[in-house]
Every structure is written in structure tokens, then in C-alpha cells.
């Protein structure tokens, strides 16, 4: 079973397969120099696939010189970015315990464009050498969504325990819940008592959700443009101040609450797309959506409280958990549908849970968020995760509200279930070309001009 905090990762952005991952595989490496004798000379990276083609505009490469450095996502200080790889690129060499190996970003960290790895498009190689050039220690780690990286060898659910209360499907998830009389919420925390304790889980969900809320604000008050060469401009402060304004003159649109979660969303993005510190929730690319629709349940739904915080991230988990292990969360996999569609599939479930939806209705509303972002693709343009990215996240976190409002009008009874909805998505993103995946090979980023 996945954990929620293995879907919900406090890190940098802008990306969790390019940024986040990468990060934590340097990270091991680096870890790894520490053991080897001789000591190691020189260490290089080689970027393939998905990372290599999109890896700049992603921060790939500074992500791996950091991972390196020694730095990992959920502690590293989102300002203090630019001056460790910037002194990295004059020292160009890194520190691993006591020893100085030989890292220089620019002749050492390879861009392989032609190469594709057997196993997943995001796959990167780290190689230590001795002073001769003999290769001491070579890895190769896949970075498969969500800050999620593994080995080639390596099989992450058998470093996890057996959950207690174990399903394969969103059918076994419901029949599970009636025959326990259980909510997904309780099925979900049943599962996080195999890791950790109950006062432990609750708080660790009290920082997520503080996490989340924090880059919001934060999104609120910065201005300027983003980061790279397409020059776009943060609209969240402008925005904010905008509908701030409107309050004050008593002036409220029927579209208010669309464009408050709108706000919300577009704050988080433009957070993850200058490098801020944001949750993978479960991808960056998608990191707005979530804490959006949350955001939305404290400051539009009445009876906001902790607890109610805690079912809503409990029920995103458990469904971003089946649509990790039946499809996938990658955009680099399956396309956009993968990010922003698994996203707002988990903020339906979790709204509706915490709305006092049953087991069904929130099967249901997580069923339709999906249904209506497949076949999304993922082109962003010039490999950055600016646009399309940012106003999907808004759409996707409205889209989320729609779907679970229309499953707590209903009954639960529906055609199309979350099961074939997810294997629809999977289907979807095996028939895409590769060139809608993470590539900026095609679709807008061919389409429009990045500079």
C-alpha cells in the first residue's frame, strides 16, 4: 500500500519527477561515495529520456547538483538554491564525508537525448571513478512520479509493510468499507498504523495541510516574473488584490468562489514554478490543485476543524494510492491526465469525505473528476512547468469541487466506475505518443514560440 506520505512530499518545485526525484537518487549516490575504496575521483550524471529533454526547464540539473551536495527536498532552503549551485559551479567538486570528489556540473552531468532506458523514460545514471578512470560504482535510479525513485532492482512496495486492511480495487475498496463499517478515511489511517503511530500520523497531516496553506499565502505576495526564458508574469498578488478589493466595495460576481479557488491554485503553481517550497500533491506539476480544493472546504464550507483537514487528506490518499498502482501519477507515463486528472480525482474524494459523503458518493465524485481530464496531454512549452501547467491546476481544483457536488446531489449510482475510468486512463496513456509526454516535443510547446 502507498502511504500519504509517500503521496503528499513537502519539496521544491518545479517538478517532482525532475526536481524532487532527481534530487534524492543524487542524494543516494552521494551517499553511496561515502563506502567505496578506493576513494572516488570523479562522479558524473547522465540525464535520459524525459529528464533529458525537458531536465533544464525542470531544474534537473541544479536538482542533481544539490542531491549531491547533500541537500533533500523536504529540508533544503528554497532561497538558498541559486548560491549552492552557483558556488558548486566554481569549487566543482562536492564533499562526502571526508571526501572531496570531483563533480563540475557543466562537463559532468550529461544530457543524453538519443538514449531511452528500458524500464522508465526518467531514468538517470550516476558513475564514481578512481583517479585511473576505472569505474568504482555505477547506478541507474528511475524517477516515477511523485518524488517516488527507484532502482532497477529494487522493488518499492516490498520495503513497505503488508497493510492491514489491503485492496486492489476501488470495488474492493468499497466492499472492504461495508463490510467493516468503515469510512475511506479510516480505511486509510487503519493502513498508516502499520508505520507509524496515531499521534504521529495526525500531526505529520497537520504540517501537510500548514505546508500547503503556507504556499498559498506566500504565492499571494510575490510578483515579477517567473523563472525562464518565457518571461510570464505572476498574476496570484494581482489577482488577490483584485478580489480583496472587490470585498471591500461589497461587490461580489456569482463567479466569486470559482475565482478564489482559481487564486488559490494559481498561487501554489507559480510557488512550485519559481522554486518555492511546495507538497507534491501527488506531483508538482499538479501541486496547486489539492490544497486549492482544501482551502476551499476551510474558507467557503461551514464546520471547518482539524479532523475534518485530516479525512479530506486521508480519502486524496487512499484514491491517488489506487490510481498510482492500477495507472500511474507521471505525466512523463501517461500525460497530463496522470497529474492534474489523478489530482483533481483525489481532491473530489477528499471534499466529499470531508462534506460527509458515504463510501460510494466519494467513489463516485473521485470517478468523475477523471473521467473528464482524460486524454490530457502533457506539452509544456519550452520544458517548463508554467503553461500550460498553471491555469490547468485551476481548472483541475474547479473541476474537483463540480464533480464532488454533483456526487453528494446523487446516490452513488453511477455507469462508469472509478475502476474503469482509471484502466481507460492507463489505456489512454500507452496509445499517446511519446511526444504529448513531458518532452516538449509536441502539442503547444511546438506550437508556440518559448522565447
Not at 512496495?157 to 468499507?177: H, I, M, R
Request: contains cysteine.
Amino acid at each position: 500500500m502507498i502511504s500519504v506520505f509517500d503521496l503528499f512530499k513537502i519539496g521544491i518545485g518545479p517538478s517532482s519527477s525532475h526536481t524532487v526525484g532527481p534530487m534524492i537518487a543524487a542524494r543516494r549516490f552521494r551517499d553511496r561515495l561515502m563506502t567505496l575504496e578506493p576513494t572516488p575521483a570523479r562522479v558524473t550524471g547522465e540525464l535520459f529520456g524525459s529528464l533529458a529533454w525537458t531536465g533544464r526547464g525542470h531544474g534537473t540539473d541544479d536538482a542533481i547538483s544539490l542531491g549531491l551536495l547533500g541537500e533533500v527536498p523536504a529540508t533544503i532552503d528554497p532561497d538558498a538554491v541559486a548560491g549552492l549551485v552557483a558556488g558548486l559551479r566554481v569549487v566543482r567538486a562536492i564533499t562526502a564525508g571526508t571526501r572531496r570528489v570531483r563533480f563540475d556540473p557543466e562537463a559532468d552531468l550529461i544530457f543524453n537525448f538519443d538514449e531511452v532506458m528500458p524500464l522508465h523514460t526518467n531514468a538517470m545514471r550516476f558513475r564514481a571513478f578512481a583517479a585511473d578512470g576505472t569505474v568504482l560504482d555505477e547506478r541507474v535510479y528511475y524517477s516515477v512520479g511523485g518524488g517516488f525513485v527507484v532502482e532497477a532492482d529494487e522493488a518499492l512496495a516490498l520495503a513497505q509493510p503488508v497493510a492491514p486492511l489491503a485492496y486492489d480495487s476501488a470495488d474492493e475498496l468499497l466492499t472492504l468499507c461495508n463490510a467493516r463499517g468503515l469510512t475511506v478515511a479510516e480505511v486509510q489511517m487503519g493502513n498508516e498504523l502499520a508505520w507509524r503511530t496515531k499521534d504521529d500520523i495526525e500531526a505529520s497531516l497537520d504540517v501537510i495541510r500548514d505546508t500547503m496553506f503556507a504556499c498559498i499565502e506566500r504565492g499571494l505576495t510575490q510578483d515579477g516574473l517567473l523563472p525562464g526564458a518565457l518571461k510570464v508574469r505572476r498574476r496570484a498578488k494581482r489577482l488577490y488584490e483584485s478580489l480583496k478589493a472587490d470585498q471591500m466595495r461589497n461587490s461580489r460576481p456569482p463567479t466569486d468562489t470559482i475565482e478564489w479557488v482559481s487564486l488559490f491554485a494559481i498561487a501554489v503553481n507559480e510557488e512550485n514554478a519559481s522554486g518555492g517550497r511546495v507538497v507534491t500533491a501527488p506531483t508538482n506539476g499538479a501541486a496547486g490543485i489539492i490544497p486549492a480544493v482544501l482551502r476551499y472546504l476551510k474558507d467557503f464550507c461551514p464546520g471547518w476543524s482539524d479532523e475534518r483537514g485530516r479525512v479530506f487528506l486521508l480519502s486524496a490518499a487512499a484514491i491517488g494510492g489506487l490510481i498510482k498502482r492500477r495507472a500511474s501519477i507521471s505525466g512523463a507515463e501517461v500525460g497530463c491526465q496522470g497529474e492534474v486528472g489523478s489530482a483533481a480525482s483525489m481532491a473530489a474524494a477528499g471534499l466529499t469525505a470531508a462534506l460527509g459523503g458515504d463510501t460510494e458518493q466519494i467513489e463516485n465524485a473521485a470517478e468523475i473528476a477523471m473521467e473528464h481530464h482524460l486524454g490530457m496531454t502533457c506539452d509544456p512549452i519550452g520544458g517548463l512547468v508554467q503553461i500550460p501547467c498553471i491555469e490547468r491546476n485551476a481548472f483541475g481544483a474547479n473541476k474537483a469541487i463540480v464533480a464532488a457536488s454533483l456526487a453528494l446531489r446523487g446516490d452513488g449510482q453511477h455507469h462508469v466506475s472509478l475502476d474503469q475510468v482509471i484502466e481507460t486512463m492507463r489505456q489512454t496513456g500507452a496509445d499517446m505518443h511519446d511526444k504529448y509526454k513531458e518532452t516538449s516535443q509536441g502539442g503547444l510547446a511546438v506550437n508556440v514560440s518559448a522565447c
